[in-house]
């Protein structure tokens, strides 16, 4: 079945770029997917890519797809501290989603 | 667009109780609904898929007889906890998806139940 990982902690300066990467293991998942859980919160879906894509940008966000690779990764241009939260990437299978463990970003002033 | 909301926020309870939460799509019909449970510091583990008017289809090893699931219209799901007990105290997250929507996997997600079982 499909295993999407992701690093644990990513630390930055506010008003630099973070960039959040993922990896994961089905080349059949049509769309990959980052989420945003403040503490004690829901998700909130940030953006999407369908599979077909190599990039996808939306304001200060950025997706990168490397489809070969089966890397995926998110740019936050001008982190603010207000993005400090913890990110989720997930990959679509049969339906469901499966979810990386979560990147905790710290959004340093 | 896409929202759901869920209620209770958060509950207290006793052991051995019953506990319902609810999971509403307020401005679109859900499609599938589908249940989590997140552990602190960890990732969702899914529990359940459930789609409207059908039994929910549970992941393995989630007791369906514990965690009962109720799918009665397009727009309300339930969650109930049965017979709770201090290990079923967890963050509970519902989400649906959104026929409609750009991607018809999409899942929009509500701002989740924290459960305590004393």
């Known amino acids: 079945g499909e295993d999407v990982e992701q690093s644990l902690f990513l630390s930055v300066r506010e008003g630099d770029s973070s960039v959040i990467n993922c990896t994961y293991t089905?080349?059949?998942?049509?769309?990959l997917y980052w989420y945003k859980q403040e503490p004690g919160a829901g998700l909130q879906l940030l953006t999407y890519?369908?599979?077909?894509?190599d990039m996808k940008q939306d304001q200060r966000l950025t997706v990168l797809l490397n489809k070969k690779d089966k890397h995926l990764s998110l740019r936050i241009a001008d982190t603010q501290t207000g993005d400090s939260a913890i990110y989720f990437c997930?990959?679509?299978?049969?339906?469901?989603?499966?979810f990386g463990q979560g990147t905790e970003l710290s959004v340093k002033p | 667009g896409a929202v759901v909301s869920q209620h209770p926020s958060w509950v207290i309870c006793k052991s051995g109780t019953s506990v319902k939460i609810e999971c509403r799509s307020l401005?679109?019909?859900?499609?599938?609904m589908f249940w989590y449970r997140q552990f602190p510091k960890q990732s969702l583990m899914l529990m359940a898929t459930?789609?409207?008017?059908?039994?929910?289809?549970?992941e393995q090893g989630v007791e369906k007889d514990k965690f009962l699931i109720n799918h009665a219209s397009l727009t309300l799901s339930t969650l109930t906890v049965t017979s709770a007990h201090p290990e079923d105290s967890s963050f509970y997250i519902c989400?649906?998806?959104?026929?409609?929507?750009?991607?018809?996997?999409?899942?929009?997600f509500g701002p989740g139940t924290r459960l305590l079982v004393l």
């Open positions: 989400s649906a998806t959104h026929a409609a929507s750009g991607s018809g996997e999409t899942q929009y």
């Open positions: 089905d080349s059949s998942s049509t769309y």
């Open positions: 890519i369908f599979s077909n894509m």
């Open positions: 997930a990959a679509s299978q049969g339906g469901k989603l499966i």
């Open positions: 401005d679109f019909q859900a499609t599938t």
């Open positions: 459930s789609n409207e008017g059908s039994k929910a289809t549970y």
